[in-house]
């Protein structure tokens, strides 16, 4: 999924009668899709395995096990948070003419999703910005937090869903 699909089911929600977005309006799918768009910012998960190919390599050692090595750490410290602002932007200016104040938690979904992303696959950006932070502790932060953005996210969509059209509109276009 991605990040301005997650942006785009939203707008179509706050536009459909409260109640029919799920079925009758578009998006007309079910608000558990909109948790997967959130939690698949599929455009920062590219640009970071983009930018991986660049600041790792990878060897292997004489068992013949793959080791990969992180050559540029502060270019990936400087890319993890450039991603998670990126995918803020994302959201924010894929829903620049219907945003509400809701839109400020669901702008945060996609970034936090890439953190945890990054935290359950080895050898990412996350390991030069948290490289003292083991493996247990790191898997379990990161499966909470999928469930709970998750949760967050379908909650949201739901209440996308019961909200009027009329208030989905920022204050200056209501009236219209």
């Known amino acids: 999924m991605s990040t301005i699909a997650y942006a785009t089911l939203t707008t179509r929600r706050d536009e459909a009668p409260p109640g029919k977005s799920t079925s009758d309006s ?12 959130a939690l ?20 292997q050692d004489s068992a013949g096990n793959s080791i ?3 050559t540029e750490p502060a270019v990936l410290v400087w890319a ?5 602002f990126l995918s803020i932007m994302l959201y924010l200016v894929s829903r620049s003419t219907k945003k509400n104040r809701l839109d400020w938690i669901r702008a ?4 936090l999703a890439f953190v945890v992303w990054t935290m359950l696959q080895k050898a ?27 949760a967050i996210a379908t909650m949201l969509a739901r209440k ?9 509109k920022t204050p200056n276009e209501v009236g219209k």
């Not at 578009?26 to 768009?37: M, W």
């Not at 996308?160 to 989905?168: I, Q």
């Open 80 to 84: 993890f948070f450039g991603l998670l």
């Open 160 to 168: 996308a869903d019961k909200k009027s059209p009329v208030e989905s």
């Open 108 to 111: 945060v979904i996609p970034p």
């Open 40 to 59: 698949v910012p599929a455009e920062v998960l590219t640009l970071h395995a983009v930018i991986l190919s660049f600041t790792t390599k990878t060897t």
């Open 26 to 37: 578009p998006p007309g799918v079910t608000s558990y899709l909109d948790a997967v768009a």
């Open 68 to 70: 990969t090595e992180i």
């Open 124 to 150: 990412t950006a996350f390991d030069a910005v948290w490289p003292q932070l083991g493996e247990a502790a790191r898997t379990v932060i990161a499966l909470f937090g999928a469930v709970i953005l998750g």
